[in-house]
């Protein structure tokens, strides 16, 4: 008898996080304020959020106490068109090889505050913000990937003597992430136009995964049955196969017994009853093999509750360079690479889970690096207005996380703003962003991918008292299109089709106090 041999459920070895709710490479973000927001390019800006964008120049800043304090909203959705043949038989399908699987974000709360202290060449500066992460994606019908696994059932159930016409089950996820980043250092100016900063960067990250797949089923005869009966009923069926083949191992092994121990070894009666007992070795071979495929199985076909954490935390310093100098500045900063490894904790739904706990094992570490980051930037004033460039390049091949498996490249970072002073109290600004990433979108999972996108930001700042002042900003992302075509487990051909928008805005209050 054949058996179903074809696995049915494959869970990804990676959830992914909830996904950059800002800006910035994969798992960088590097929309540290309000003021990035209306004007993008921040790499020589010489407000409170230069602790963040622009360390070296903060002593180029006036004397006494500077503190800036922001937060950002951003909403983000998520849609995989996923085509796979097998989904026809899907019972909430409607018949449909195609179907859309859906997420959001919404971050209400992504806070950054900076301070700093400068007094002639000497500064000292401190700061926080969300450098990875700040959301929470939710997919409330799960993900083509886990349905691609379960909708071959029917067809598997074939190779069982089971017909049935249809599949369903109930699933969803839901991922959250966060790495705060804690800065501190200082700067010095060694000459009147250049200046030199170091600062110690501590981060922690803390992820959590939440969901199910349950109430898996194939209809068989009209009937909505649990995929995991069917297969325990068909593993009784083979456990009887079973020992109905083994009795009569046992009784043709003591006929062979017997007619050796009268030296009727060699006797045709011996021959026969030998050839007979090596035909049911390996019959039962293939059913004890078949015994374990199907009671593997109903295993995973049974329910699943996802309930797991991850937490770390790692050191890494970054040095910068500033120039200041009539109309003209510029910069360069270099942040090194974030080691942080997560422990993962589950509870004891998932811990005593064996699909789960195998790809989430309770007290295992996974590596989740955040890249180096080289960021250029240089900048001139044309009487009321500045303009900017900047560069990022995101040192992705060096770091291993979570898009290790499909990075072919770094990333790369083109950013031009402008603002413009049209009062000594109104500022309007607006500014681009090109995100280029570089990936094998064939090797995407649709928890874990990310793709290249055009940023535009716009808004003001207004100096409400001579200490202080609002920004105000927006910035909408249009992402490209990204396309995966394969085959899953089973050679059967799928394609998905991933689609991202996002809007963030903030608020932010900028304070001078002393000089």
């Not at 709710?21 to 003021?35: V, Y």
């Not at 017997?258 to 390996?282: I, K, N, P, R, Y």
């Not at 295992?364 to 900047?390: I, W, Y």
Request: hydrophobic share 45%.
């Amino acid at each position: 008898m054949k058996i179903f041999t074809k696995t049915v459920l494959a869970l990804v070895a990676t959830v992914a996080v909830a996904g950059q709710a800002l800006a910035g490479g994969p798992m960088t973000n590097t929309n540290q304020s309000a003021s990035f927001l209306r004007s993008v390019a921040r790499g020589t800006s010489l407000d409170p959020d230069a602790v963040y964008n622009n360390p070296a120049g903060v002593v180029f800043m006036a004397d006494g106490f500077h503190l800036g304090l922001s937060d950002q909203m951003a909403y983000q959705t998520r849609t995989i068109s996923s085509t796979f043949a097998p989904f026809a038989m899907g019972a909430q399908n409607g018949g449909q090889m195609t179907k859309d699987f859906e997420g959001s974000v919404f971050s209400p709360l992504v806070p950054s505050v900076h301070f700093a202290w400068k007094h002639n060449r000497l500064a000292v500066m401190a700061g926080v913000g969300v450098n990875g992460g700040g959301g929470s994606l939710e997919f409330d019908k799960g993900l083509g990937s886990f349905e691609r696994q379960f909708s071959i059932l029917p067809t598997g159930m074939k190779a069982l003597g089971v017909e049935a016409t249809q599949y369903d089950m109930d699933m969803y996820l839901k991922g959250k992430s966060m790495t705060l980043a804690f800065n501190a250092g200082a700067a010095y100016r060694i000459t009147d136009w250049l200046s030199i900063a170091a600062m110690v960067r501590y981060s922690t990250t803390s992820n959590s995964y939440e969901g199910y797949m349950k109430n898996i089923g194939v209809n068989v005869g009209g009937k909505m049955t649990l995929a995991t009966d069917v297969f325990k009923g068909a593993l009784a069926n083979l456990q009887n196969q079973y020992n109905t083949v083994n009795a009569q191992y046992q009784e043709y092994s003591a006929m062979y017994q017997q007619l050796v121990a009268a030296g009727m070894g060699e006797s045709d009666q011996a021959q026969q009853l030998a050839a007979g007992l090596a035909q049911m070795e390996a019959g039962m071979a293939q059913l004890q093999a078949g015994m374990q495929t199907v009671g593997e199985n109903a295993v995973k076909t049974a329910d699943h509750t996802l309930d797991v954490k991850q937490k770390g935390s790692s050191i890494s310093p970054v040095v910068a360079l500033a120039f200041h100098k009539g109309k003209w500045d510029a910069s360069l900063k270099y942040e090194f690479k974030m080691a942080t490894e997560l422990e993962i904790t589950s509870a004891e739904v998932s811990a005593k889970d064996p699909v789960i706990n195998a790809i989430f094992a309770d007290g295992s570490t996974v590596k989740s690096e955040t890249p180096a980051l080289l960021a250029a930037a240089v900048s001139r004033h044309f009487g009321p207005v500045k303009v900017t460039a900047e560069w990022h390049h995101f040192f992705d091949k060096n770091a291993e996380n979570s898009f290790s498996p499909v990075i072919v490249g770094n990333t790369n970072e083109y950013m031009l703003g402008a603002e413009w002073s049209i009062s000594d109290r109104w500022l309007v600004s607006a500014g681009a962003q090109r995100t280029q990433l570089n990936m094998n979108e064939n090797l995407y999972s649709d928890m874990n991918f990310a793709i290249s996108s055009w940023s535009v930001g716009a808004g003001l700042a207004f100096l409400c008292t001579d200490n202080i002042r609002l920004n105000l900003g927006l910035m909408p992302t249009i992402y490209d299109e990204a396309v995966a075509v394969g085959k899953d487990n089973n050679g059967i051909d799928f394609k998905d089709v991933y689609k991202r928008t996002s809007m963030a805005w903030g608020i932010g209050l900028d304070f001078k106090f002393g000089k």
